[in-house]
């Protein structure tokens, strides 16, 4: 029988039939390279050598002029004219300071270099980095979802087109690194960076993260691995707080993804995290950024510094006495390159050196990191030009004359919004639903909450709108940024739309309930938009340095909710946010709840989809929901003893778990095959069962491969994700899913701390969610303990097997 194999999950095979699980992309120095950096190494003195080991925070000119150094509220940085007789490492930024045309902050880019090529005796350009958390952060560029939503697509390849439409945004107006993705997996949802993450589950993030990699890298950008490894551990869910963990769990949760993109995605950058664990900061870790990092995962690329990471093992951890020791303990840990700015680097590092307290051999491999870098990137070649590939067709007097070029480059263009409206419709999860949605035709819809008519609202703190724009309120956005009621006036045109806000996001105010609960009596249906505002240290509900104390919705949504919900009234609870929230009686008493974690400028559109129809949901949660609004630190990924029990009056059960989401049609699991029952510790496990989709319309599962061990020698998790597939069936079809489940992915890091895959039961669920499991594998491992390392198998690989040969755009691998 012929026989079509699609495979569109984790570790699912690449276009060309390859395993994604293969050799890294990362290209290797060619001899020509090697000899080319040590040549340079050698002609340098020790002030050009250090150059090339700091930025400068430099923000494009808005007139095509050179960038001006950022007066950042840390320290006065120093001109960049000082700095080019040496020569300099990176230009920080020079597109996420402040808003530039596009095409004129690619001209005050390729003069600056210009002038730094000019300005030191090897000619070397400095390389340039920016944010690309959610879309190339610069004036004008495409809003793509946050990663909360990559990971709540549970769709890999949608996030590598993201990720290569991002970077070739980025290397056409001459960026070569790109500050994303977050690796930290969430461990406590109270965090204000929660947004930035991809969710709970480490295989999850490192599966989604390795895609983003591969379209950045493929791109030509260089990506840049964070927060090596942590920072989302911290206590309560502070920013920079101290991490508390033993060295089990950060192994087995915190470190997996940031292995998997190293093995896997042809990652050149990694950064380190701000926090310490167990009183030793990230950032002069050389068990981690050296040992561990490059000698037993073999990576060869640049480790960065987070912003002002170095300075901060003085200024705040207080494990240097000054700056030099500080320099000397980030260089001797294995960190290449400070950022944003020359600080410790520059003069204190210099001063060291000389006075013989660091090793010049330290600063020496560095620079060999750096340049090797800067070589891949094509920087040393002779034929080097600094004019960008978005002005390459531009002849000499037209560069010469900027202001003509004022809008003639696009960063948001019809290809890059088609990208971020599927990753915005593949990522709407359909929590709840009691028959209400899809609406038909509802003839007046009252439109209530914060989330209405706030452009902003779908964007994540590292947009730019968010992150840089909200310090310019003059200047417009750069993009169309419709609101919620914007995009239901377009699905619904023949409803009559009454908006009322109710409240603010997180103000206390409630003189708005009578006019919300009067348009909710009057309407046959009511959207509720809730949710977070983005923002920075305080400035937002949700983002960096904007914790939360409880997982309550901010402000008084939840009494607006109540109210709501008061009239009668069926009611569609639509949650904008960075983070799930607790939603009271809304759980059991709601219509209909939507979770869009900040789904970015294709989001209202999305969401008003999901509310027609027109869009039938897919997405699953990446993140628990909790049930109450203190029931943190609690993820799925726990042990029996975390799970509610009779010695403790406290219930963490969530009201929604990880992994769940709901549909428009229905889906039927079942004729489950064992194939392999029994596998020896190194061999592998076989199942497949029949999907099919049971409704009258077309839709997507997920399904989800958990592994359960029920007796090991170190305390497991009731079980853990290890596979994923994503199905999308017409209605009436139905399929065969195959999982091979190889023996390596039951591994565990055991009491002698090394990782061990042990001989005896395992039961495999075939599951909806972490807890809705359709179909269980009762399978054993034989034969003794087997010890393995990071050359181990990191995926069951789930498969698609269609018995018809006619369907159209499945690949069969080789």
């Known amino acids: 029988m012929t026989t079509n194999v699609t495979t569109t999950g984790a570790g699912a095979p690449d276009a060309d039939g390859a395993e994604a699980p293969g050799t890294p992309a990362r290209p290797r120095p060619s001899g020509e390279t090697v000899e080319r950096v040590e040549r340079l190494l050698a002609a340098m003195t020790l002030e050009e050598k250090t150059a090339q080991l700091y930025g400068l925070w430099a923000g494009a000119s808005a007139d095509g002029a050179e960038v001006a150094p950022h007066q950042h509220d840390m320290d006065v940085p120093p001109a960049l004219d000082d700095l080019l007789p040496t020569g300099l490492g990176q230009l920080t930024r020079p597109f996420g300071t402040t808003p530039v045309d596009p095409a004129l902050g ?113 791109a030509g950008v260089v990506a840049t691995l964070k927060h090596f490894a942590g920072y989302s551990a911290s206590r309560a869910g502070r920013n920079l707080a101290p991490v508390s963990m033993g060295p089990r769990e950060r192994a087995d949760v915190v470190l997996p993804p940031f292995e998997m993109a190293v093995r896997e995605s042809g990652v050149r950058s990694v950064m380190n995290a701000y926090t310490d664990t167990d009183g030793l900061p990230s950032a002069a870790d050389r068990g981690l950024l050296t040992e561990l990092l490059r000698d037993t995962w073999g990576f060869d690329g640049t480790v960065v510094a987070d912003y002002f990471a170095i300075a901060f093992l003085k200024s705040l951890h207080g494990v240097a006495a000054d700056w030099a020791g500080a320099a000397a303990s980030a260089l001797t840990a294995g960190i290449d390159v400070e950022l944003p700015t020359v600080k410790t680097f520059g003069r204190p590092l210099l001063d060291a050196v000389t006075a013989g307290d660091v090793p010049e051999e330290l600063v020496d491999t560095a620079l060999r990191r750096v340049l090797t ?103 417009p956005y750069g993009i169309d940024l419709p609101t919620l009621h914007d995009a239901l006036k377009d699905e619904f045109p023949g409803a009559e739309i009454t908006v009322v806000p ?196 077309a839709g997507s599962e997920v399904v989800q491969l958990y592994l359960h061990d029920p007796v090991a020698t170190v305390v497991q998790p009731v079980r853990r994700l290890v596979g994923y597939l994503k199905v999308a069936l017409a209605p009436g079809e139905r399929t065969t899913v195959r999982a091979e489940v190889p023996a390596d992915v039951a591994s565990f890091t055991g009491r002698d701390l090394r990782r061990v895959v042990e001989p005896g039961d395992l039961d495999l669920h075939l599951a909806a969610s972490s807890a809705d499991i359709r179909l269980t594998a009762h399978t054993t491992l034989t034969g003794p303990p087997r010890h393995v390392d990071h050359t181990r198998r990191l995926h069951a690989l789930l498969t698609r097997h269609d018995p018809a040969a006619e369907h159209t755009g499945e690949r069969t691998p080789a």
Request: charged fraction near 15%; include cysteine.
């Open 106 to 218: 690619a001209v005050s880019l390729m003069r600056t270099q210009q002038r730094v090529t000019a300005g030191n005796r090897f000619a070397i350009p400095a390389l340039a980095h920016d944010e690309c958390l959610a879309g190339f952060a610069a004036w004008g560029a495409t809003t793509y979802p946050v990663p909360l939503s990559w990971g709540a697509s549970f769709e890999p390849d949608l996030v590598r087109a993201v990720g290569h439409a991002i970077g070739a945004d980025m290397r056409s107006v001459g960026v070569h690194q790109g500050l994303a993705p977050v690796l930290d997996v969430v461990r406590d949802a109270r965090w204000g960076r929660v947004e930035e993450t991809i969710g709970e589950d480490p295989y999850l993030v490192g599966t989604i993260a390795t895609a983003y990699i591969r379209g950045l890298e493929g």
């Open 373 to 475: 870098q800067k070589a891949q990137l094509g920087l040393l070649d002779p034929d080097w030009s600094p004019v960008p590939p978005a002005l390459a067709h531009l002849r000499d007097d037209e560069l010469a004359d900027p202001g003509r070029l004022r809008g003639t480059v696009s960063l948001d263009t019809p290809e890059n919004r088609a990208h971020a409206r599927r990753l915005a419709e593949a990522s709407a999860v359909l929590v709840t639903n009691d028959g209400t949605l899809p609406l038909a035709a509802p003839a007046r819809i009252a439109l209530v909450g914060p989330q209405a008519e706030t452009p902003t609202g779908v964007l994540g703190c590292y947009s730019f709108p968010v992150h840089v724009g909200s310090q310019h309120p003059e200047v």
């Open 502 to 697: 109710g409240c603010t996001i997180d103000g206390t105010g409630t003189e708005g309930f009578a006019d919300a609960a009067r348009a909710a009596r009057d309407a046959d249906i009511v959207i509720a938009a809730l949710g977070d505002r983005a923002g920075l240290f305080g400035r937002g509900t949700s983002g960096e340095g904007c914790d939360t104390a409880s997982l309550r919705l901010p402000g008084v949504q939840g009494p607006l909710l109540d109210a709501l919900l008061d009239t009668g009234t069926p009611v569609v609870a639509a949650l904008l946010s960075g983070r799930p929230y607790a939603l009271g009686r809304a759980v059991g008493e709601a219509a209909a709840v939507i979770h869009h974690f900040f789904p970015g400028q294709e989001g209202p559109a999305a969401l008003a989809g999901v509310l027609s129809g027109r869009v039938n949901p897919s997405g699953r949660l990446p993140v628990s929901v909790p049930a109450g609004d203190g029931a943190q630190p609690a993820t799925y990924l726990a042990p029996p003893l975390a799970a509610a029990n009779d010695v403790s009056n406290l219930d963490p059960t969530p009201a929604f778990p990880f992994g769940h989401g709901l549909s428009y049609t229905a889906f039927d699991w079942s004729d489950l095959t064992v194939e392999t029952p029994t596998a020896a510790t190194d061999g592998t496990l076989a199942l497949s069962f029949t999907l099919a989709n049971t409704g009258e319309r």
